[in-house]
């Protein structure tokens, strides 16, 4: 079992859709990224959380740390949203070392 | 332009070749990660460093090896090519170790 679960894998929505992508770890977690890697190939960070809830534009991301669990959510849904969308998540391991760990990825495609 | 340089961007090189990859941070940020992508694995964290010590190691093989330099830029050599290194080759920097990271754009190593 991976360390870090992401669902779904693929999501098709249409324009203007609310849309939610989950992110499950099992593992102690000193923080947890979302990353969106764009169809040319390019990643941008989106947010980085240890706790609670961050919102930028029209983007919102959650965690809760007891249930191991993160959630992306995108209102108002954009054909521009189009791309994959990544869970990473930091452990710090016994040596006071980070260790990163990236979930496999959820491609979203926005139909106009 | 997201501040983080990685050169090349392209390369095309034989199995049993050695290649150096370089990747300049955003101005400021003093850690320095890099990050392997390929098509069956996802993204793989190899190694960080942190003004120029490293912090933490990651799916590195020993084939492969990084330093950063004083002026914090650094360099990922990969040695003994296979063709299973045919993969995207990522940079990231942040500020400090726990921080949000900057990508840069990548290089697309094929190896034939």
């Known amino acids: 079992k991976n360390e870090v679960e992401q669902s779904p894998q693929n999501l098709t929505a249409q324009e203007g859709e609310f849309i939610t992508i989950n992110c499950s770890y099992s593992v102690g977690i000193s923080a947890l990224h979302w990353l969106q890697q764009h169809p040319g190939g390019g990643i941008v960070s989106l947010f980085m959380?240890?706790?609670g809830k961050k919102k930028h534009g029209r983007l919102i991301a959650t965690i809760n740390i007891q249930e191991k669990h993160s959630s992306l959510h995108i209102t108002a849904s954009h054909p521009r949203d189009s791309a994959v969308y990544i869970c990473a998540v930091k452990i710090m391991n016994s040596g006071g070392y980070q260790k990163v760990t990236f979930g496999i990825g959820t491609k979203l495609q926005v139909i106009p | 332009d997201s501040g983080v340089t990685q050169t090349p961007k392209h390369l095309i090189t034989a199995t049993g070749q050695r290649v150096t990859l370089r990747c300049s941070p955003r101005s400021g940020d003093l850690s320095v990660y890099w990050y392997q992508q390929s098509l069956d694995q996802g993204l793989q964290f190899l190694i960080q460093?942190?003004?120029?010590?490293?912090?933490a190691k990651g799916n590195i093989l020993e084939r492969f090896s990084a330093q950063q330099f004083p002026d914090l830029h650094s360099e990922l050599n990969l040695s003994s090519l296979e063709l299973g290194d045919s993969a995207l080759y990522f940079c990231?920097?942040?500020?400090?170790?726990?921080?949000?990271?900057?990508f840069g754009s990548g290089t697309r190593l094929t190896v034939v």
């Open positions: 959380l240890s706790s």
């Open positions: 990231a920097s942040s500020v400090q170790p726990g921080g949000g990271y900057t």
């Open positions: 460093y942190y003004n120029g010590e490293e912090r």
